[in-house]
């Protein structure tokens, strides 16, 4: 009996198919991944940033981020809630420039990030000079937009 050596043709259209699969499904999120989430010259840039870090941070660290926002003291609060209670992980200015300022239906607004990436989130208004900007938090993925209205 002859022995058998290499690979058959089959083997071979099986490996490229689960690797060709197994590309469809990443490709599609590589370019998200690699473009940067805000132009940092933009109105609300910095503080888009800060919320795209503490999702970031709920993810990896896989505990619940809030964001607390005071729009009557101007601060921005971040929390980590896990199975040891609470940490404050940040607490600063709001990260807006000085023409900037974060309108919210109270007088503070709180953003959750949970671990999955998911986020609850009331809608804000931004105004800068003469405009008007609405930042939103998708509830689904967490991800943080800015419509410019008028």
């Known amino acids: 009996?002859?022995?058998?050596?290499?690979?058959?043709?089959?083997?071979?259209?099986?490996?490229?198919?689960?690797?060709?699969?197994?590309?469809?499904?990443?490709?599609?999120?590589?370019?998200?991944?690699?473009?940067?989430?805000?132009a940092e010259d933009t109105p609300g840039a910095a503080l888009v940033l800060e919320l795209h870090a503490a999702r970031q941070q709920a993810i990896s660290a896989r505990q619940e981020v809030r964001v607390y926002l005071d729009v009557r003291q101007q601060r921005l609060r971040m929390d980590t809630v896990g199975a040891h209670g609470r940490d404050v992980w940040s607490e600063q200015p709001l990260p807006l420039a000085p023409n900037e300022m974060l309108v919210t239906r109270d007088t503070a607004a709180l953003v959750r990030f949970l671990p999955s990436g998911a986020a609850h989130a009331a809608p804000m208004?931004?105004?800068?000079?003469?405009?008007?900007?609405?930042?939103?938090?998708?509830?689904?993925?967490?991800?943080?937009?800015?419509?410019?209205?008028?």
């Open 125 to 150: 208004a931004l105004r800068h000079g003469t405009g008007w900007l609405t930042i939103t938090v998708d509830p689904w993925n967490g991800e943080v937009t800015r419509v410019a209205r008028q």
């Open 1 to 38: 009996m002859i022995g058998r050596r290499g690979f058959t043709l089959l083997e071979t259209a099986i490996v490229l198919a689960i690797t060709a699969i197994g590309a469809l499904l990443v490709l599609p999120l590589w370019p998200a991944a690699l473009r940067s989430p805000v």
